[in-house]
């Protein structure tokens, strides 16, 4: 068990008997009351985001959350993605809704960490960078090469971003998932 003061950002712990883990905590002690933790938290199975304070007395269960290197096969249907663990060779499916900004990333073939919860896969992090195909990008404008000049551009996956009005459809550029953002062309 856990007390307030040992949960901390990128802790996993079990709130309704589901796994999240702490994206952002804030420690506050007002006066004769007691200390307080704000906390934001993801679900680790759905994908949602949860705001929840912590009193001072509460404790919660750690989730013994275990990592294991993966790789995306393909997509099934609408709403499947099919992942092969890396060391088991067995294959598993998890839903766009538990998976929701990361299939922006998802190529044939990328390489990922599965998250295993009781054995059981319940999502993937991403590589920090990965690489995507431009498939539609506007023309460059003579004249529109100004410093910092950008442009948005469709990537493979559907994902929208903006980068540098050099980029054309059919390059392929390096991508920083924790932000969306392009980083440099590959």
Do not use: C
């Amino acid at each position: 068990m856990l007390s307030i003061s040992e949960i901390k950002t990128g802790r996993n712990i079990i709130l309704n008997n589901e796994p999240f883990s702490v994206v952002y905590h804030e420690h506050s002690k007002m006066g004769r009351a007691g200390a307080v933790l704000r906390t934001k938290l993801k679900n680790l199975t759905t994908g949602a985001m949860v705001e929840k304070t912590f009193q001072g007395a509460e404790t919660v269960e750690e989730a013994n959350i275990t990592q294991s290197p993966a790789q995306y096969l393909y997509k099934e249907g609408d709403d499947g993605y099919v992942f092969m663990d890396m060391e088991s060779y067995d294959q598993f499916t998890l839903t766009k809704e538990a998976l929701a900004d990361i299939t922006n990333y998802l190529t044939e073939g990328t390489e990922v960490t599965v998250l295993l919860w009781n054995d059981n896969p319940i999502n993937i992090t991403l590589p920090i960078k990965v690489i995507l195909e431009v498939t539609e990008a506007p023309p460059n404008i003579k004249g529109d090469t100004a410093s910092g000049a950008t442009k948005q551009v469709t990537l493979q996956t559907g994902l929208v971003i903006t980068v540098p009005m050099f980029i054309s459809s059919g390059d392929k550029i390096l991508i920083n998932t924790e932000r969306g953002e392009y980083v440099s062309k590959a």
